[in-house]
């Protein structure tokens, strides 16, 4: 930090401002500075740091605008790494030169980095979907938000759950179910979740909740990998895996390898609310080829979920909400 400073005061004088600060790997430090007004324009320099062990380095030679530096810190506020950050920048400096708004100009940058899964094609028949991930994210809630969408879009629905080991989750659900006026199914295991699949033919989605699962319990994870293949069979089958934004990175980095047995399509990311820095799980799904399909950001059924767009990630990602 020291040599950051001295070196800030060489390029700008000593009347330099520091506007950011980033570590960087090995024990350094960037600085975003802002230089003095001169001849009414003002400019803003990024000043690297000697390398640990005096070595001199490199000092940084090019012009930061005091609107990308604003892009930089929101991006950092809302939990993206360093590394993606500075990944976004590139083009959006680029996109700056051509006249576009430096916001403007990262909300078409995170737009194409953040790409919403294609929406499956109807096909006419029953379709199951699957909500699955750790304790406490939020899967049930998630599933009564996706029948309130699926039933503005005047889809015929029908709820159905596998868990059956939490105290209360059928309650919960049965719950939901009067409330939206739709049929709720209880199935014990793959053999049962196919009969139910049979019995809901004429319904156009059957959206079935799980038993949360630690990422440790790998045994009850293949069962009901197995559980789900079973069903597959007997009609169009996609899985969600439900993720936290609000978790941090090894809970997710446990969720993403102990749920890849099976094969979620997508994620719904829930609580982004509760956190401001979604950035961080939204980096690690796009990181692991995760496409997010929902976003979620309250309790209120009717309100709190969003389909996945890039006007949303970048809202989510430069203003904090959706």
């Known amino acids: 930090m020291e040599d950051a400073l001295h070196r800030a005061r060489s390029v700008c004088g000593d009347d330099a401002v520091v506007l950011t600060q980033e570590n960087v790997a090995g024990g350094g430090v960037t600085l975003s500075i802002t230089a003095p007004p001169v001849a009414g324009v003002k400019i803003s320099k990024e000043v690297r740091p000697a390398a640990r062990g005096g070595n001199l380095g490199k000092t940084g030679g090019f012009v930061e605008s005091a609107d990308i530096v604003e892009v930089r810190q929101r991006l950092l506020t809302s939990g993206c790494s360093p590394q993606l950050v500075g990944r976004i920048l590139e083009p959006v400096k680029r996109l700056q030169s051509q006249g576009v708004h430096a916001i403007d100009a990262a909300a078409q940058v995170l737009g194409r980095l953040f790409k919403k899964p294609s929406s499956p094609k109807a096909s006419g028949s029953l379709r199951v979907l699957t909500v699955v991930g750790p304790t406490g994210v939020g ?31 059928v309650d919960q659900l049965r719950a939901y ?25 004429d319904f156009d989605v059957l959206l079935v909740d799980t038993a949360g699962r630690s990422p440790i319990d790998t045994e009850n994870l293949t069962l009901l990998a197995r559980d789900l293949e ?33 094969s979620p399509r997508a994620a719904v990311l829930t609580k982004v609310d509760e956190t401001r820095q979604s950035g961080m799980a939204l980096e690690f799904l796009m990181r692991n080829g ?20 890039p006007s949303r990630f970048a809202d989510l990602l430069l203003t904090g909400k959706i």
Not at 142 to 159: D, H, Q
Not at 300 to 309: A, E, G, K, P, T
């Open 139 to 169: 899967k049930t809630t998630s599933l009564a938000k996706l029948a309130v969408l699926l039933l503005r879009s005047g889809r015929r629905i029908a709820f159905a759950t596998m868990d059956t080991y939490r105290v209360g989750a």
């Open 177 to 201: 179910a009067e409330a939206l006026h739709v049929p709720l199914f209880v199935a014990h295991g793959g053999d049962e979740l196919a009969t139910t699949i049979d019995t809901a033919a």
């Open 230 to 262: 079973r069903a597959g069979k007997h009609a169009e089958l996609d899985t969600y895996l439900v993720l936290s934004a609000a978790s941090g990175a090894e809970a997710l980095g446990k969720a993403r390898s102990a749920y890849a047995v099976l």
């Open 290 to 309: 995760i496409e997010t399909a929902f976003l979620c950001d309250g309790q209120d059924v009717h309100q709190n979920i969003h389909r996945s767009s």
